[in-house]
């Protein structure tokens, strides 16, 4: 299951599935870049890890850490 968001005008996606039963593993895209997987919790987990994605995807947009190298320059 993927959901859109949006942060500072920057789009991103979270996509959490279950790749362990009764697991869920989170990941997050920012715009089009490397998704990158999160955490993987107990499903009863799932507010915690909702928290830890949210904080990870604004920390690396506040931060600028999804862009590619080439684009921090210009």
């Avoid at 989170?26 to 799932?46: A, H, N, T, Y």
């Amino acid at each position: 299951m993927t959901h859109e968001f949006e942060y500072k005008g920057i789009r991103y996606s979270v996509t959490v599935y279950e790749e362990i039963k009764g697991r869920w593993t989170w990941s997050f895209q920012i715009e089009d870049g490397v998704i990158r997987k999160c955490v993987d919790l107990p499903m009863e987990q799932e507010e915690i890890a909702r928290k830890e994605v949210m904080r990870k995807v604004k920390w690396m947009i506040d931060h600028k850490k999804w862009l590619p190298p080439s684009q921090l320059e210009s």
